[in-house]
């Protein structure tokens, strides 16, 4: 389950990562944060925390909308989100 009894979000496993994208994916992001993340392509941002942030948007997703909007808002993503932002800065 998504949710533990006490309303906490259960960030998603690896196995459910894994039903998605590929181990090597999966270890290169985790490598990408512990270096302190960076611009991924001219796009999307990563930080060092943004892996963490995207176990429990993807452990959220199995919650009803309202309480995932809720889970949305009080994240630590940048402005904008990590993905698809128009307009961002040039890479660094």
């Known amino acids: ?41 001219h796009d999307t941002v990563m930080r060092s925390d943004s892996l ?7 452990g959220a997703a199995r919650l009803d909308a309202a309480t995932a909007a809720t889970i949305v808002q009080a994240s630590s993503m940048p402005s904008g989100g990590s993905h698809g932002r128009s307009g961002s800065p040039e890479r660094r």
Do not use: K
Not at 3 to 14: K, M, P, Q, V
Not at 52 to 58: E, F, N, T
């Open 1 to 41: 389950a998504a949710e533990e009894s006490d309303g906490r979000i259960i960030a998603a496993t690896d196995e459910q990562i894994l039903a998605v994208h590929t181990p090597d994916h999966l270890a290169w992001l985790e490598a990408f944060a512990r270096n302190g993340g960076g611009w991924i392509d």
């Open 52 to 58: 963490d942030v995207a176990r429990l948007a993807a």
